[in-house]
């Protein structure tokens, strides 16, 4: 199976701040179609996770734009530009390009 | 607006059975793939199966964790899939979510607890 590693496992700052999680593969998630199916998703605090940001850098209707998205091959990125107070949760990666379908173990964005 | 909803969760004893369903609204259901995600402090987020449209002729697909023991189904006429879980174990104790093919949409999620 696909691991996914998320580092850091868990992240403080103000608002404002702008911060980066990285999602880095055990192998390459570019599919035979030429699409790479990354995701990244936000678990608010007693909710179920929601989608961010699909197909690396595709942010998903109704995401605010200081949510994006980066990276090829192995290597991932996603970046909030200007962490605002209900961005505290923790962000997943997840791939589907190889069955079966895995997650990132998750970082945790505390607000300071 | 995309709705998922599970149905089905509760307290069980171990090598007991239980079904779960998730009824769903706001997308043509009968060509979307569908899966179950489960989540625990232990494992995290875990996907444990998957049903492909008719036109597949209804593909399945399990994680080696629940093969064997765990059977995805669906209704379009419901838009409903459901998850017969058999031979339940301690580790089956979890948050169970539906969710809609690429994993874009999700349920709330059911809590499913195995205890003696």
């Known amino acids: 199976d696909v691991v996914l590693t998320q580092t850091p496992p868990t992240l403080s700052a103000t608002i404002g701040q702008s911060v980066s999680i990285s999602c880095r593969s055990s192998q390459s998630l570019l599919h035979s179609n030429g699409n790479t199916y990354l995701n990244w998703l936000l678990q608010r605090p007693g909710q179920p996770p929601q989608l961010l940001i699909y197909?690396?850098?595709r942010l998903e209707s109704g995401v605010p734009n200081r949510f994006s998205g980066s990276g090829s091959g192995t290597d991932f990125t996603l970046k909030i530009s200007g962490v605002e107070a209900e961005d505290l949760g923790v962000y997943y990666c997840?791939?589907?390009?190889?069955?079966?379908?895995?997650f990132g173990s998750g970082t945790k964005l505390e607000i300071k | 607006e995309v709705q998922l909803m599970e149905t089905g969760g509760g307290l069980v004893q171990p090598g007991k059975s239980l079904k779960l369903t998730c009824a769903t609204s706001g997308f043509t259901f009968s060509t979307a793939w569908m899966n179950w995600v489960r989540q625990s402090p232990e494992k995290g987020l875990e996907w444990i199966a998957r049903?492909?449209?008719?036109?597949?002729?209804?593909?399945?697909e399990y994680a080696e964790s629940v093969k064997g023991r765990f059977t995805i189904s669906r209704d379009d006429s419901k838009s409903s899939i459901y998850l017969q879980m058999n031979s339940l174990k301690e580790e089956d104790t979890a948050t169970y979510y539906c969710?809609?093919?690429?994993?874009?949409?999700w349920g709330q999620g059911v809590m499913v607890t195995v205890s003696s």
């Open positions: 969710t809609r093919g690429g994993i874009d949409y």
């Open positions: 997840v791939q589907s390009t190889h069955a079966p379908l895995t």
């Open positions: 049903i492909k449209p008719k036109s597949t002729n209804y593909a399945t």
């Open positions: 197909l690396v850098s």
